[in-house]
């Protein structure tokens, strides 16, 4: 909302070139390890992709299912990047690849993704207009408005079902359009409202990072709070979703699919705020390393297992250190701030009341003394005019009287 009309310009070109330029330094797989060098043995199953899109795809990669064989059901109980602690450290990377992929692409080594204060309660998607991220179009209640480039966009990794039935991986092929409808879930209530400011404020005050079993039913965990599983207070509720679920769910479409999700662009912005709220809640409670699960965390998550599939391989235990010492970029977020409650509103005006009365009551007191000492002083002289004063003779001052 701070940015000028230039900065958002630009922001908006630099995706869209991402989106149409080829990764000059990584491919994608497209086949399973049994097939990855193809039919004959020798023709391996590499693509290309683009910038924006590998950022699609390591996201898709990280929730699909594990093939199992043909004819049977794939396997849906890993997830690399969600329902654990690595949630939060899998996500930085995530977008600290896309920004640093963004700027060699820009040539601009100052070049910084900005945020999305989703936490602004209401039916409203703020950053939902041409300028930014696309307004509604007026033809198509799913669709974004023709005056913004994201109509243009074309989603990769759609067809889930192929790949679970068949074996297959996403690759490079872009199909539908983003479809985007906010608050639209008319037969889902709870997500047609973005999460409250007062929801930032609850979760990071929670002091634990994460709590046994370090899934998505945890209770009292900080992750499982901002990824969205948890009351904002903390409490685990299969019935909520909160924080960065809710934003993903009000959304209503692409950005509601964990599987296609980033393909709707607002999904960097709804990250980068996660990843803010994260960052505050480290430098408010400087957890240390030691917080971090070292074992028991789901597959992928625990803190010195690799994050799949980035590439170099990266740790969670390297994104869980403070991002303005170690990562080297920092966010500028006004943190909403605590409002009293009624009887805390009592209680302080009775406080205030009784001090403004002592110190009223003290001031009045010793105005009234003072000017009983003047009103003595001017009837009893402390040195009378019988006494020569001690000036005016002291040659003849005899020995034995007294000077006081
Ligand atoms: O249903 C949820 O809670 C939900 C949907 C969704 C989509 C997404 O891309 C995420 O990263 C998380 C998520 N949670």
Redesign the pocket.
Known sequence: MQMSAAEKQAFVNALDQAKRTVHPDLVICTRRYQEVFGPDGNTPQFENITIYNYFVWTHYYSVSKTYLGAGQASFGGVDFS?EGPGFVTWHRFHLMQLERDMQDMLGDPTFALPYWNFAIGGSDCDICTDDLMGDRSSFEVNGISPNSVFSQWRVICESVEDYDTQGTICNNTETSPIMRNPAGNVARPMVQRLPEPKDVLDCLQLNTFDTPPYYSTSSESFRNTIE?YSAPQGTYDPVI?SLH?LA??FLNGTG???HL?PNDPIFVLLHTFTDAIFDEWLRRHQPGEIVYPEENAPIGHNSRFNMVPFWPPVTNAEMFVAAPENLGYSYEVEWPVREFTVSEIITIAIVAAVLVVAVVGGVIACAVRARTYRSVEGLQPLLGETFRRYSEDERRLDKSQSVV
Do not use: A, V
């Open positions: 969600h969205g979703r679920n993903h769910l509601g699919q964990t999700s």
